[in-house]
DNA sequence: TAATCTTATCGTAATATTGCAATAATACAA
DNA sequence: TTGTATTATTGCAATATTACGATAAGATTA
């Protein structure tokens, strides 16, 4: 017991769970929203702008990185991170997909 | 060490997070996409529905209540369930408002 | 080459999550 | 009241996540 028993669940069903995962994190909504707001690569100041320990940072961009909504590039002694956006929109098609049309009289509880 | 440290991080990345992770697992998600396909309130048979054990199924159910994107009414000896529009749709935009508007030419790694 | 800078990885500790059996609590039926 | 059905809670074990110091690997500089 522990693990999630995702052989119970649809792909898609873990494939929303696995981004939302990816998302469940306020040190990797900071990184993605720095690296939108700044819409270019962003190499090497993420530690700073983080607060967190060099090590902790590396570790949640190599989450991002496995979930694929960012990539890196390796500039000279440091590292470039920028948004994949293919997989940005993957990300909001599914989003989108999951949250639209509730019709907000469903409230009957 | 272990726990996220939300001090760092803005309210809003906070919430953006807490919300995330009350979808990061597939059980979470197959809950809500019963109760918005059954468009209505769901009086019962959510453990059937699911195939986890059901003091398992009542803790995810739990965590959504929680979180505030489902509510729940006693209906006699059962509970009946369903979503909460309100919050579904604060969910919804918040969501929107992140994903919104990457340059797909962003990509420059 | 040696020193330095940047990032990744390893090892470890603390905390959180997931899952389930057992049990409690409540409502209803016989 | 007694039994049954439904859901919540408790207690515990297994696993995952978060965080950081130490260290390794690679590039740049002196």
Same mark, same amino acid.
């Given at each position: 017991?522990g693990?999630?028993k995702?052989?119970?669940?649809?792909?898609q069903q873990?494939? /929303?769970?696995a981004?939302?995962k990816a998302?469940?994190?306020?040190a990797? /909504?900071?990184?993605?929203?720095?690296?939108v707001?700044?819409?270019?690569?962003?190499?090497g100041?993420?530690v700073?702008e983080?607060g967190?320990?060099?090590?902790?940072?590396s570790?949640?961009?190599k989450?991002?990185? /496995?979930?694929?909504?960012?990539?890196?590039?390796i500039?000279g002694?440091?590292v470039?991170? !920028?948004?994949?956006?293919?997989?940005?929109?993957?990300?909001?098609?599914?989003?989108?997909?999951f949250?639209?049309d509730v019709d /907000?009289n469903?409230? !009957?509880?």
């Amino acid at each position: 017991m522990g693990a999630t028993k995702t052989d119970l669940f649809t792909k898609q069903q873990n494939d /929303i769970a696995a981004m939302a995962k990816a998302l469940a994190h306020p040190a990797r /909504i900071a990184i993605l929203q720095y690296l939108v707001k700044k819409n270019a690569c962003v190499c090497g100041d993420l530690v700073d702008e983080l607060g967190l320990a060099q090590a902790t940072t590396s570790q949640h961009l190599k989450e991002l990185k /496995i979930a694929g909504i960012i990539q890196g590039s390796i500039e000279g002694a440091s590292v470039c991170y !920028c948004i994949n956006p293919k997989v940005w929109k993957q990300y909001r098609d599914l989003f989108n997909a999951f949250f639209k049309d509730v019709d /907000i009289n469903t409230n !009957c509880c």
